[in-house]
């Protein structure tokens, strides 16, 4: 039987590279997207020229009633779901003083609270066939701190505490959960941060290969954790 994934916030950066990446390995692919339905659909139509399954399916994933509608909708085309990547994210620069409160709550509704919709309801899917795998995208902000982006900041620890208590309640179920934690990626996240060149020159220092990253590399993470361990 195919298998069938689900990737948040899939139509562009490393949700629509993870999303290729399935693609070429033979998965159904659930491409979700927000405002973005025309860089879904391009990436649906790549997809397809590969011979593989995919629908793209509109929900915001800040929403608890339309996370459940893209988790149901999935299971409703595919029958199942074996990986959930909760991908979907958003950023931003800001001095800590400058943070409204809805920002705060948004990055969160956006950055957490999605990844708890999402999952709460894919995991009941995957509980019924005992196996299952999820993988959540944090970020080295979450283990080290941004300045002035204390928000996003607060948002990927939780992703990772998240992880591992959702990794030990679910293991004897069959399912692993898991999340790796990028460092900088060269996507639009970090175009509209706007950083400046000197910025960019620093955080390459600090990289141990001295250069960013990509989306090509999150993805193969992401996929190698997604695979059946020998
Ligand atoms: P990106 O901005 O290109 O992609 C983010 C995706 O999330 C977009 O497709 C966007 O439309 C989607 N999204 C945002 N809000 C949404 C919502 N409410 N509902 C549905 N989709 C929504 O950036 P990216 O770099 O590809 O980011 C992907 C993930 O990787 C994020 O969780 C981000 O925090 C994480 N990350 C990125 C970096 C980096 O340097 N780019 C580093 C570490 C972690």
């Known amino acids: 039987m195919k298998k069938t994934v689900v990737i948040t916030g899939s139509s562009r950066g490393i949700g629509a590279q993870t999303a290729l990446k399935f693609a070429e390995n033979g998965y159904n692919v659930v491409i979700n997207y927000n405002h973005s339905k025309e860089k879904a659909l391009n990436l649906l139509s790549v997809i397809r020229t590969k011979g593989t399954d995919a629908i793209a399916l509109k ?6 009633s339309e996370c459940e509608y893209l988790i149901n909708k999935s299971i409703e085309e595919f029958g199942h779901i074996d990986v959930l990547v909760n991908n979907a994210g ?16 948004h990055m969160f509704d956006v950055n957490v609270h999605g990844m708890f919709y999402c999952t709460q309801n894919a995991v009941r899917n995957m509980i019924s066939r005992h196996k299952g795998k999820i993988i959540n995208v944090s970020s080295v902000w979450g283990v080290t701190g941004g300045s002035c982006e204390v928000h996003y900041s607060a948002c990927k620890p939780a992703v990772i505490g998240f992880t591992k208590a959702l990794a030990k309640e679910l293991g004897p179920s069959g399912i692993q959960v898991n999340c790796v934690a990028p460092g900088v990626i060269e996507t639009d996240m970090n175009s509209e941060l706007k950083l400046s060149e000197s910025e960019i020159e620093e955080i390459k220092n600090e990289t141990p290969c001295m250069r960013l990253g990509t989306p090509q590399d999150v993805s193969e993470a992401i996929f190698f954790l997604s695979e059946p361990s020998s």
């Open 90 to 105: 958003i950023a931003q620069q800001k001095l800590f003083t400058d943070i409204s409160r809805n920002e705060w709550i």
């Open 59 to 64: 929900a915001d994933i800040a929403n608890p």
